[in-house]
């Protein structure tokens, strides 16, 4: 009686979380006041409580639990071939009129080996049983996790519709133009003022924080993401220290610079990549956790709290993550109507990169991809094109209709802020 009262009591908890995910995940595709609602209000509680807890590890919590996520799954899936076949034996034994028990054998009514072989059939089906129950419990509680930290941010108001108001598409090239050339000569005036070692190799000796004190940089990432929500509330609160992956070499495969893992309210970063990838990234997963999940839009943030720092490193390494972007925006520009391309250059002529500039603007070095493609236990075309099927398909899911094309609305977003900007100021 009592067993069977805690069985039903434990389907009713499931099926009210099964539920609850389905409510969640409806209201916030139909509603962005109530996604907005739910960042501002319950999405924080999570990040103070949860990723406190889980920010006292100094390794990527999430990352193992991924590991533990793909071991359960393996052995479902071999528990489920092992039934398969126990199945097809008692099937085969049925046909041939052979004991099912004993259809794993020669058939003889052999009692003895007949308890002992139905014992161990029996106790692997509780066995079984047992865990598969585990592993739908998993499943839910993952869904959950996964709509109160990741489905639901989707789904609510963008970075610029808080901040910039409403965007009516209008930018022109020589706009485009204007804020490249910006960048640029940031970034070559940046380049000779950074310290590099004998090599030429770009060094980080740490930061001042505002008290004065010597920061590493992931704490300096936090310190600037604090900073900037004083100007954009938001981003105010508690934030992780940002951890490095274990599995970087695997992260590079993926040409993938950091990961926020909505099951351990996490930043994480890729720890091999060209180390001037590190502060924009570091900032761009923690604009995860303040509830901006979309890729363009935490490329930005990261942007904003690099360049308007006072530290010299973290200004370079802010501008050069999106100067890419605006290059390609130019190259494209100039692809598609040449003649619009040379008259708006004639007006405004697009600044020359240095080639230093360009040499600190890689995502690994050579001498990394040479000792990881070593290494691989799988291709590294093979893991980078699995990678963008996954992430397209989870934006698609989610209602990001172009997919990882997202990724490049960075430079609309910059757009958006000089524009802003240049009229809040008058000009």
Not at 135 to 149: D, E, G, K, P, Y
Not at 250 to 261: A, K
Request: with cysteine.
């Amino acid at each position: 009686m009592g067993r069977s009262c805690f069985l039903r009591r434990s389907r009713i908890i499931y099926l009210g979380i099964v539920v609850l995910v389905v409510v969640l995940n409806t209201a916030a595709w139909n509603s962005t006041a109530f996604s907005d609602w739910y960042i501002t209000y319950i999405f924080p509680i999570w990040v103070n409580v949860y990723g406190r807890v889980t920010g006292l590890f100094s390794f990527s919590m999430g990352e193992w639990l991924i590991v533990a996520g793909l071991v359960l799954a393996v052995l479902a899936l071999a528990f489920a071939i092992v039934w398969g076949c126990i199945g097809l034996a008692m099937l085969f034994g049925a046909i041939k009129g052979v004991d099912p028990v004993m259809a794993f054998g020669d058939g003889r009514p052999d009692m003895e080996e007949k308890r002992e072989r139905g014992g161990i059939i029996v106790g692997f089906g509780r066995f079984s049983r047992r865990f598969y129950c585990f592993f739908l419990w998993m499943l839910l509680a993952v869904s959950l996790i996964m709509t109160l930290n990741c489905f639901i941010l989707y789904h609510a108001s963008t970075f610029s519709e808080h901040y910039f108001g409403t965007d009516d598409g209008e930018y022109a090239l020589e706009d485009l133009i204007k804020v490249y050339n910006m960048v640029a000569e940031q970034c070559n005036s940046l380049a000779g003022e950074i310290l590099r070692d004998e090599d030429g190799m770009v060094m980080y000796t740490g930061s001042l924080g505002k008290d004065g004190t010597l920061l590493d940089m992931e704490d300096k990432a936090r310190e600037l993401m604090r900073q900037l929500g004083q100007t954009y509330p938001q981003l105010d609160g508690y934030y992780p220290r940002p951890k490095a992956l274990v599995w970087s070499d695997f992260m590079c495969q993926q040409h993938m610079q950091g990961y926020y893992f909505p099951f351990s309210m996490e930043a994480n970063y890729n720890d091999v990549m060209h180390i001037l990838n590190f502060p924009a990234t570091m900032c761009h997963e923690l604009a995860h956790l303040r509830g901006y999940i979309y890729e363009d839009e935490a490329n930005f943030i990261g942007y904003l709290a690099c360049a308007e720092s006072e530290d010299i490193f973290f200004r370079y390494a802010g501008y050069l993550s999106v100067l890419t972007y605006l290059n390609n925006d130019l190259y494209k520009a100039w692809k598609e109507d040449r003649a619009a391309y040379e008259k708006a250059a004639a007006a405004i002529p697009p600044v020359t990169v240095d080639v230093q500039v360009w040499e600190d603007n890689v995502f690994v070095t050579e001498d990394e991809w040479e000792r990881i493609n070593g290494k691989a236990l799988i291709d590294t075309e093979i893991v980078d094109a699995a990678a963008d099927v996954f992430i397209d398909t989870n934006l698609k899911v989610n209602g990001i209709a172009d997919g990882k094309i997202s990724y490049s609305r960075v430079v609309r977003l910059l757009l958006q802020y000089y524009r802003h900007q240049n009229d809040s100021s008058g000009q």
